[in-house]
């Protein structure tokens, strides 16, 4: 029997995480030290009061049983965050929780557009940005990010008639994988952009916790006419440690919201329970751990940036997220290639530029999962190893 699969699988190949996994397991056969800097997952643990939240609700059964919807708590505690972490004031009806922001991201399209619209994307972005409209039919367009304006949206550059058809428009700061952080005039020609051409705002936000040298990450939402223009996804992922718990919100525009809600009713049963707990210990309890855990991706930013600096390697420091954003060494032409070479001469194992985009080619992405003195550690390999030197 033959079987007959969507065209649309054959826009995808395997994933360049699972075939960097696939190398990393190659080198470990073979007993050799892996330093994996490619995957974003945090390497610090949830903090004691947010766990026993989550192990406290796990033992009542009645947590088992379907959710259906955000337990009023929970959105007052979002309220509560909202108001005192950015003084953006929001009503319990602007707000809803999705299973991470992966999940949201990918299926807010369906609410928003119709197969063939136009949806604007960065290049280099993160990859689900454009998968999301794709699996939904719409036409994923890119708008270019540069280095020399420091990747910040030329609005100027889009097309009229681009931004005309244009649904909705995604964009996210600090910004995975460039680790560029926006200042406010970006915020307020981007929400005039949204109104001159009736283009829905999506700010991805899952990295106003981990910013730098004295910046204070902020909420799209605290911009006038934010609200009048879009939604703000808001993930507790990388702040509180809670990955696997997946749990993110969506915020902002009532009647988006309130879409979406339509949408999500028809393929999902809300979150599980005790997660909801959770993440009412994360946003209502200490934040102290939050701000402590940045100051460490920031000694581990210096640490990683100024150490290949010092060996020859002209690398920035990041400006946020918990990643660095590095070009590839003089020699090389191709992103693949130098990850490649780099994990097989070293064992350190980072992601290729190229797959966040077209203009992602020439950069590799590390991610600051390892303390500082395995920082100083890989930096020292790669200097031992010559490969700055081909």
């Known amino acids: 029997m033959k079987f007959h699969y969507a065209k649309r699988l054959d826009s995808f190949q395997a994933g360049i995480f699972a075939i960097l996994n696939e190398k990393k397991d190659e080198l470990v056969r073979q007993g050799r030290e892996v330093f994996n800097l490619s995957v974003g997952t945090p390497d610090f643990k949830p903090a004691p009061h947010v766990m026993e939240a989550f192990y406290k609700a796990c033992q009542d059964p009645e947590n088992y049983k379907y959710s259906l919807v955000d337990i009023p708590e929970l959105l007052q505690a979002v309220v509560g965050h909202y108001e005192r972490r950015y003084g953006v004031h929001i009503e319990p009806e602007e707000i809803m929780s999705v299973n991470g922001s992966q999940e949201g991201i990918a299926h807010i399209a369906l609410a928003l557009c119709d197969a063939g619209d136009v949806v604007l994307v960065p290049n280099p972005g993160y990859p689900i940005f454009s998968i999301g409209p794709f699996l939904c039919g719409a036409e994923p367009v890119t708008y270019d990010l540069k280095p020399e304006n420091h990747y910040m949206p030329d609005f100027s550059s889009i097309p009229a008639d681009v931004a005309k058809r244009a649904k909705f428009m995604i964009v996210s700061y600090p910004l995975n994988p460039v680790c560029a952080a926006a200042d406010d005039t970006v915020y307020e020609e981007l929400i005039r952009f949204a109104k001159e051409n009736d283009i829905i705002v999506l700010h991805d936000n899952a990295y106003s916790d981990i910013i730098y040298d004295g910046r204070k990450g902020g909420s799209f939402l605290h911009y006038e006419g934010a609200k009048d223009v879009g939604v703000e996804f808001y993930s507790l992922s990388k702040s ?5 718990a997946r749990i993110s919100f969506v915020i902002g525009n009532k009647e988006i919201i309130q879409k979406f809600k339509t949408v999500r009713s028809q393929i999902d049963y809300g979150v599980f329970k005790p997660v909801q707990y959770g993440a009412i210990a994360a946003l209502e309890g200490p934040q102290d751990a939050v701000l402590a855990q940045c100051e460490e991706y920031e000694r581990r930013n210096k640490a990683l940036c100024g150490g290949l600096r010092s060996i020859g390697w002209n690398v920035p420091d990041s400006e946020g997220t918990m990643f660095v954003w590095a070009p ?26 190229s797959s966040f985009g077209s203009l992602g080619e020439g950069f590799v992405r590390f991610a600051l999962v390892r303390d500082v003195p395995t920082m100083e550690r890989i930096v020292r390999v ?3 190893s010559g ?3 081909r």
């Open 387 to 389: 490969i700055l030197k």
């Open 240 to 244: 509180y440690n809670l990955t696997g």
């Open 328 to 353: 590839i060494p003089e020699g090389y032409t191709s992103s693949e290639e130098f990850c490649m070479d780099l994990v097989e001469k070293t064992g350190v194992l980072c992601t290729p530029g």
């Open 382 to 384: 790669i200097d031992e």
